[in-house]
């Protein structure tokens, strides 16, 4: 396992996007973009990240619909995904219950919490508990 | 003649032969010569028996004069003339004055029913006019109402219950309600309600939502219950051995539809557009926030970055101030109450400065900006700003639907002829649905399927079609292709010596 966490950021706003990609990779992680829910989808499949922070309304596909997919999929199952919202309203638990959101923050957002948030869903020791096959 | 003159002749004969026999008779048994012959004791005795028969011929010719006389008179009270007493012998005149009586009172009777008659006649008159104007009224209620009776028959309808249940409105009346109303949850409301009344409810109303399919589409009613009694007060009749009620025949219920399916669709839009809103304005705040701190943490590692944040910063307060803008220049423009500072202006830099700012916003998303300017210098009486937001909003529809490498053209032409500016904003974007289009300027409305594209509050072509064509008197037009693209096209009067 590589010991610095890969970390996947899908956001359709491009300033947001950049935002949080820096703000993580100035704290020594390793960043992937995506700017819509398919994008997303194709990339944690690729790159099996450690964790994914999505945006809920997306072109094409919302963060919810991309979290669902990505814990029906084999190689991404297990990944825990932070939700990022900017609509009013909190979101169903059934809804989330099919996917391993474990967070949802709502915009406007501070970048140094999703720094802790990342920090803390990236420990080595929730990490165990975590299915092999992670980059 | 009369019987009784035919009569007094019968027996003036009779008694001249019954007299003439008796006088022979007796003369002839006796024996004893008389002086005289018998011819002249048959005349004699024939006169004698004439005599009776005489008399009574007169007595009956003035009988009959005296009756001729009460008949004429009777009929001169019956032609309301004036009454002609005279002295009877034969009591005629009682029985005269005795008609004359009747003969009044009959007529001041008839006097009563006439005058009576004639009120009512007014009565009904006004009656029937009172009916007309209900009638009138009633129809004119663009909510559909029903009356239905103690045995659950409709006994009145307006023009708009007869349209939406589809029933012809004179035949319709005293029908069973299950013969008029289709939906069968409607049906049962109504005779629920009905038997309700026995249970005390009577006089109360009721508000029930019912959805109901209507040529081919749900509607959405708000459904109106009112039990009425036939008896002012209310109250329940009971049956004075305390069986149970009476049926009160006059009772029935009010059953009044209001379509509230629009009502139901704003409250919706509204909802959906605070939401939107809410997403519209977080999401540049987010931004603003972010790099704020990212520059107060130090994140920024050279002046460069700080300079882009900063720049971020700066394009997403715009971004922020537009949309305020668009909302509260949609309520003043519906409120009536902008200032518009209409002046002589050149479109083509206007066009040029909507490309400008919208360019990285493009850039961002991989989109071609291009504008193509007509070659003569069109000019318009318009406010500008407001011309601005009109592009800036077309434009930033059409990157918010194009997807990545696509190409949006900005065209503007002049047409000579109709003296009209044309701007078209041309884009290579996912189009719209040919159903959606005859809505897309309303005020709220959003393709549903474009929802899951890009957020959206549902303003903006609104406030496009409010500015370019209540405000300066222009047109708005949109055609669309699926997958190949949409062009807006607004058009605008030119200025007199543009």
Not at chain 2, 204 to 232: F, Q, W
Not at chain 2, 314 to 327: G, P
Not at chain 2, 345 to 374: F, H, N, S, W, Y
Not at chain 2, 421 to 426: D, F, H, L, W
């Amino acid at each position: 396992m590589n010991e610095t966490p890969l970390i996947l950021v899908v956001d359709d706003e491009a300033h947001i996007l950049h935002v949080v990609s820096l703000k993580l990779q100035n704290a020594g992680y390793r960043v992937v973009t995506a700017s819509d829910g398919e994008d997303g989808l194709a990339k944690a499949v690729e790159h099996q990240p450690d964790l994914v922070i999505t945006d809920y309304q997306m072109p094409f596909m919302t963060g919810l619909e991309l979290c669902t997919k990505l814990k029906e999929h084999e190689q991404t199952r297990t990944v825990p995904a932070v939700m990022l919202t900017a609509r009013g309203f909190s979101l169903a638990s059934e809804s989330l219950d099919r996917t391993n959101i474990t967070t949802v923050l709502s915009k406007p957002f501070s970048p140094r919490e999703i720094l802790a948030r990342v920090q803390e869903l990236t420990d080595p020791h929730r990490q165990e508990t975590r299915a092999k096959g992670t980059v | 003649m009369s019987v009784l003159k035919w009569l007094s002749v019968v027996i003036a004969l009779l008694s001249a032969v019954v007299v003439t026999g008796l006088l022979l008779l007796t003369t002839g048994r006796a024996g004893t010569p008389i002086a005289v012959g018998y011819p002249t004791i048959a005349l004699i005795a024939a006169g004698l028996g004439l005599l009776p028969g005489i008399v009574l011929w007169l007595v009956a010719a003035s009988y009959e004069a005296e009756l001729r006389r009460t008949i004429t008179c009777t009929e001169a009270l019956e032609e309301d003339g004036p009454p002609q007493l005279f002295r009877s012998c034969f009591g005629f005149g009682p029985l005269l004055e005795a008609h004359q009586r009747t003969v009044e009172t009959l007529g001041s009777r008839l006097k009563r029913m006439a005058d009576q008659r004639l009120d009512l006649e007014v009565e009904l008159r006004v009656a029937e006019g009172r009916r007309q104007h209900l009638e009138a009224i009633l129809n004119s209620i663009s909510d559909a109402v029903i009356v239905t009776d103690a045995f659950n028959e409709a006994v009145l309808a307006n023009e708009a219950a007869a349209h939406l249940l589809q029933f012809d409105l004179d035949p319709a009346l005293r029908q069973p309600i299950e013969h008029i109303v289709a939906d069968p949850t409607l049906v049962k409301l109504i005779k629920d309600t009905r038997e309700s009344s026995y249970a005390g409810s009577r006089g109360r109303r009721r508000h029930i939502e019912h959805r109901m399919g209507c040529n081919g589409r749900v509607t959405v009613y708000d459904v109106t219950l009112t039990c009425v009694a036939s008896s002012p007060t209310g109250a329940n009749t009971n049956r004075a051995d305390g069986s149970g009620p009476f049926l009160d025949v006059g009772a029935g219920v009010i059953t009044i539809l209001r379509d509230i399916t629009r009502e139901k669709e704003i409250a919706e839009m509204k909802s959906e557009f605070v939401s939107s809103v809410s997403h519209e304005l977080r999401t540049p705040l987010a931004s603003i926030k972010a790099y704020m701190e990212m520059l107060i943490d130090g994140e920024a590692a050279d002046e460069q970055t700080q300079a882009e944040f900063y720049h971020i910063i700066q394009a997403e307060t715009t971004r922020l101030s537009r949309l305020i803008d668009n909302i509260l220049n949609l309520s003043r423009i519906e409120s009536g109450v902008v200032r518009v500072q209409r002046k002589q202006i050149a479109l083509a830099p206007v066009v040029k400065e909507a490309v400008d700012i919208m360019q990285p916003q493009g850039r961002a998303k991989q989109i071609t900006l291009e504008e193509r300017p007509c070659l003569a210098a069109v000019q318009v009486l318009a406010d500008r700003d407001m011309i601005l937001q009109v592009l800036l909003n077309l434009m930033g529809n059409a990157v918010k639907y194009t997807r990545a490498g696509g190409h949006i053209t900005v065209v503007l032409s002049a047409d000579e002829n109709e003296r009209l500016a044309r701007i078209a904003v041309i884009d290579t974007g996912v189009g719209v649905p040919q159903p959606d289009l005859p809505h897309l300027f309303e005020k709220f409305y959003r393709v549903v399927s474009h929802r899951k594209l890009a957020e959206g509050t549902g303003l903006g072509l609104n406030l496009v079609k409010h500015v370019v064509e209540s405000v300066h008197g222009g047109s708005v037009s949109v055609t669309s292709e699926i997958g190949k693209g949409s062009a807006f096209t607004f058009a605008l009067p030119m200025a007199e010596n543009g």
